[in-house]
């Protein structure tokens, strides 16, 4: 039972990168999921989350506008689309799983009941 994030890379800034994160072992069918970030030093925080049939998403104020989340549930990935890549972007980030069922979207790193591997992610300036 894993989560396994794949996608990140050194890119230049206003670059895009792709990030998903595949299930094995499990569905991903009745939960939430998210993407967390964390950078050097600093506090691991929520990027973006969904809830099971993508009809609720969640957005943090930095990613906003910038960032997209989608999801799908045959195939059990999670995606994350980022475009304009900003150096501050430049983190490790990690794919999880709502730590139940009926918490709709996870936004905390409480409501995660299920932590992915992380994949690092670097914006140059």
């Known amino acids: 039972v894993q989560l396994q994030a794949s996608g990140g890379g050194v890119v230049q800034a206003g670059e895009s990168l792709l990030l998903s994160c595949a299930a094995s072992?499990?569905?991903?069918?009745?939960?939430?999921m998210g993407w967390f970030r964390q950078a050097p030093g600093k506090e691991r925080e929520i990027v973006a989350s969904i809830s099971r049939r993508s009809g609720t998403i969640y957005y943090s104020d930095s990613v906003k506008g910038r960032f997209i989340i989608s999801r799908d549930n045959a195939k059990k990935v999670v995606y994350l689309q980022m475009n304009s890549l900003k150096p501050e972007d430049t983190a490790v980030y990690y794919c999880?799983?709502?730590?139940?069922?009926?918490?709709?979207?996870?936004?905390?790193?409480?409501?995660?009941?299920?932590w992915g591997q992380g994949t690092l992610v670097t914006v140059s300036s």
């Open positions: 999880a799983r709502a730590i139940s069922t009926t918490l709709i979207v996870p936004r905390n790193l409480a409501d995660i009941g299920l």
């Open positions: 072992g499990l569905s991903l069918n009745n939960w939430g």
